[in-house]
């Protein structure tokens, strides 16, 4: 059985930088194939995709946000982190680690199946 | 990168009644790497359909999907009172993925 936590601080000054950790069990990125990702969402608003890290080190950012993203694994701890850097008000939402299952490893994007349950951060004064 | 269109913002019926819910895409989704997820209040979103008509594991039938190319949909057979909720739709067919705006079902 899969599972997946976020952690990381529930408040942020504007213009700091974000760190948040993923820890997942039943699976692990030295396998083929295997890929975790960042979401976040915004207080009633939509879903974005951020970041995906893969099995072999090889990482995607949404375009929009690649500039302040930075997505690693650390295979020894299940472990994958998500900094994001100069955070504002706007970044204000819940994020979120999942699971993205791949149907091929040559296409390399996928659906989300396992979800963590998500944790608020708010980057306020 | 693919914009994914839903349809309607919020849509509201009765127990019983069922429901269909729209997402267009800017273009053609590849492969129809279509997914829809479901989410309750406070709650992560639960993954629904994948391929755009296969269902997730554990997910009742009355869940369908359907669609291709830039046209999809979900559909409610006869919706119970746990299938009001916020629907998002999400395409990896492209270089990068993208969800949708939501649709809310409401009680009506």
């Known amino acids: 059985q899969i599972t997946v936590k976020e952690s990381g601080p529930n408040l942020v000054r504007p213009t700091q930088t974000l760190t948040l950790t993923c820890t997942f069990s039943?699976?692990?990125?030295?396998?083929?194939?295997?890929?975790v990702g960042w979401i976040r969402q915004p207080p009633g608003k939509a879903l974005e995709w951020l970041a995906v890290?893969?099995?072999?080190?090889?990482?995607r950012y949404n375009s929009s946000l690649k500039s302040r993203v930075t997505i690693t694994k650390d295979t020894s701890k299940n472990q994958v982190v998500l900094t994001m850097t100069n955070m504002d008000p706007v970044d204000t939402a819940t994020y979120y680690c999942?699971?993205?299952?791949?149907?091929?490893?040559?296409?390399?994007?996928?659906?989300?199946?396992?979800w963590g349950q998500g944790t608020l951060v708010t980057v306020s004064s | 990168d693919i914009v994914l269109t839903q349809s309607p913002g919020t849509l509201s019926l009765s127990p019983g009644e069922r429901a269909t819910l729209s997402c267009r895409a800017s273009?053609?989704?590849?492969?129809?790497?279509l997914a829809w997820y479901q989410q309750k209040p406070g709650q992560a979103p639960r993954l629904l359909i994948y391929?755009?008509?296969s269902r997730a594991t554990g997910i009742p039938d009355r869940f369908s999907g359907s669609g291709s190319g830039t046209d999809f949909t979900l559909t409610i057979s006869r919706l119970e009172p746990e299938d009001f909720a916020v629907y998002f739709c999400?395409?990896?067919?492209?270089?990068?993925?993208?969800f949708g705006q939501g649709t809310k079902l409401e009680i009506k």
């Open positions: 039943g699976l692990s990125l030295t396998t083929s194939g295997v890929s």
């Open positions: 999400q395409q990896y067919g492209g270089s990068l993925s993208t």
């Open positions: 999942a699971h993205m299952r791949l149907l091929s490893t040559w296409h390399r994007v996928g659906f989300f199946d396992y």
């Open positions: 273009q053609s989704v590849s492969s129809n790497y």
């Open positions: 890290i893969y099995w072999d080190d090889d990482k």
């Open positions: 391929g755009a008509s």
